[in-house]
């Protein structure tokens, strides 16, 4: 069944993108405010995104139903599973003891809590939301910065900051390859264009991270740590070698040989 969705239910922009946004207004209000448990705040966004979609914007029962099945079989498969894999990941290390010598190492090359919030929160969770995305790094790395001193909520809003960057090409390219299925571009050419925005982003980060935890000359201090970051990240990786394709090339005869 094809369905063609009006963007201006109540022919009044402002007045839809309220109605667009309860969902998520509900959503949030349920966990922040009403204290409600995620699981059910959840059950009430989706049965509040249900009427919304039902009665303001007039979708077929069918394709709600639809939608809802997919949505939730795709939340729950690659979304669920790369974040489960993570988890167990993350919890294999506590059990075992690496990160307590993690966390023990950064805080003895870099007592410093500005190199920290870099390191961890920009460089560390850059590497987690390439892995998994979805909050996960914003997670672990703010529990990182709680246990070096970190104020809870300022450990959970630098991990925000400095999540902007990488967020793009977060749980393996998982918001490329919805752009792509939700636009019908091709994923090759929304990576490029994203691959050109990205690295003038990962090149502000680090030192917007630093200013908002100690200001603008609290940032000056440290501001060669920040710049290398933010080089590191922004920089695309270095071409294969003449060597490294002769080898390859090599390989490849000796597989179709044998």
């Known amino acids: 069944m094809n369905w063609l969705q009006n963007y201006d239910p109540l022919h009044n922009a402002a007045l839809s993108t309220l109605l667009a946004a309860l969902p998520i207004v509900t959503l949030l209000g349920a966990i922040a405010i009403l204290k409600i448990r995620i699981h059910f705040a959840a059950l009430l966004g989706l049965a509040v995104a249900l009427g919304v979609a039902l009665l303001g914007y ?3 029962v069918k394709v709600a139903a639809a939608t809802t099945v997919y949505g939730a079989g795709y ?10 894999n993570l988890i167990f990941l993350y919890q294999l290390t506590v059990a075992k003891g690496y990160f307590t010598i993690l966390r023990s190492s950064l805080a ?7 190199i920290q919030v870099i390191l961890i929160a920009f460089c560390f969770g850059a590497f987690f939301e ?10 672990v790395t703010a529990a990182i910065l709680m246990q070096l001193g970190f104020k809870p909520l300022q450990a959970s809003g630098l991990s925000l900051i400095a999540n902007t960057a990488p967020v793009a090409f977060g749980a393996l390219g998982t918001p490329i390859i919805v752009l792509s299925k939700v636009t019908g571009l091709d994923e090759l050419a929304l990576s490029a264009m994203v691959g050109r925005q990205v690295p003038f982003f990962s090149l502000m980060v680090p030192f917007w991270v630093v200013w908002a935890m100690v ?7 440290v501001w060669p740590a920040a710049l290398t970051a933010g ?6 990786p270095s071409p294969p070698s003449p060597r490294s394709r002769c080898y390859c090339a090599s390989g490849n005869r000796q597989k179709s040989g044998s």
């Open 58 to 60: 007039h979708m077929p």
């Open 215 to 221: 200001g603008f000359r609290g940032m000056l201090g």
């Open 231 to 236: 080089m590191w990240t922004s920089s695309p």
């Open 75 to 84: 939340g729950l498969f690659p979304i669920g599973w790369i974040i489960l």
């Open 108 to 114: 003895t090359l870099a007592p410093d809590p500005r």
């Open 130 to 139: 390439g892995a998994a995305g979805f909050g996960t790094p914003v997670a």
